[in-house]
């Protein structure tokens, strides 16, 4: 235990608070290697302060890591400087959305970790809205909605009063309730809807995927090489079960998958190399969103062994 800080020294108190701190920050920065590098710095701060007299020390951890992910947040809106060819279809305007890191485990044994993420909605399409928030509304929305801190505990970190906090929050709020609904509980549920498509994929039955497509379904797409990104957003049902019939030849690679929580897959090749990995939004049995991850580099970086031969 470090002398100068015989409180904080505790790295089995540290500990205790990593699985929190590693949420906090995987759905401030949707990336799992920053969500590490951020909780590593916590525990670097943590290390060096005598928290001695700190009666609520997950708070105060929760605000120090909040502060840096901010940090990263803003620095991440400033560079904004990655060149990818974009295609809109459908309707809208919206700019196509980074996906983010997406966490899987395999669909016949779900951890407790997709359980909390199927329980608080924090599917792979809320995370994609989240990439669409400002580094004030995200931080906000994600520490009050996700994690129930206090307006008056975030007010600080972003430099703004209480008020606007909250006004930051529900602004947030509105974006993603209009635009990543909350999926449904029942994971079976899910996967009949799943299973219904790649069937309906396989066979190349346009009808059978409408059905199973809600009428405004969004279809994201974030490929490309390297530095290269490619990235597409696709609208409504014909749209995109045009898109889907196209890709019949991958059905009989997809691999049952729990992606953030929700039915999704993971396309394993011919030779054994992952293809892409695809989560679902299902809402009232059909189709509201899918998003597909398929960049090379992205999936090399993955933990898709469980899905190997």
């Known amino acids: ?6 409180a904080a020294g505790s790295a089995e108190l540290f500990e205790a608070h990593r699985p929190h701190l590693r949420a906090v920050a995987y759905r401030m920065l949707g990336s799992l290697a920053e969500a590490e590098d951020a909780v590593q710095d916590t525990w670097l701060r943590y ?5 001695s007299e700190v009666e609520n020390l997950g708070g105060w951890l929760t605000t120090v890591i909040g502060r840096l992910c901010l940090t990263q947040l803003r620095s991440r809106a400033q560079r904004r400087e990655e060149s990818f060819e974009s295609r809109t279809e459908a309707g809208g305007d919206e700019p196509p959305s980074r996906i983010p890191d997406p966490l899987i485990g395999r669909a016949d044994a779900p951890d407790p970790e997709q359980e909390v993420l199927l329980a608080d909605s924090v599917g792979l399409a809320l995370m994609v809205v989240l990439e669409s928030l400002s580094p004030a509304e995200r931080v906000s929305f994600v520490l009050h909605d996700l994690f129930a801190v206090p307006f008056e505990e975030i007010a600080p970190l972003i430099e703004k009063t209480a008020a606007a906090t909250r006004q930051l929050a529900s602004r947030a709020r509105r974006k993603v309730q209009g635009r990543a609904p909350a999926p449904d509980r029942d994971l079976a549920r899910q996967r009949v809807a799943v299973d219904a498509f790649f069937a309906a994929t396989r066979t190349g039955d346009l009808d059978a995927l409408l059905v199973v497509l809600d009428p405004q379904v969004v279809l994201r797409a974030d490929g490309g090489v390297g530095r290269e990104r490619r990235a597409v957003l696709l609208r409504g049902a014909r749209t995109v079960a045009g898109q889907a019939v196209m890709f019949r030849g991958l059905s009989p690679y997809a691999r049952p998958a729990l992606v953030n929580g929700a039915a999704g897959v993971v396309v394993i090749g011919a030779n054994g190399r992952p293809v892409s990995v695809m989560s ?4 009232d049995g059909v189709i509201v969103a899918i998003d597909v991850l398929s960049d090379p580099d992205r999936l090399a970086a993955l933990d898709l062994a469980a899905f190997g031969d």
């Open 280 to 283: 679902f939004t299902v809402v």
């Open 47 to 51: 290390d060096r302060t005598d928290t």
């Open 1 to 6: 235990m470090d002398e100068k800080n015989p």
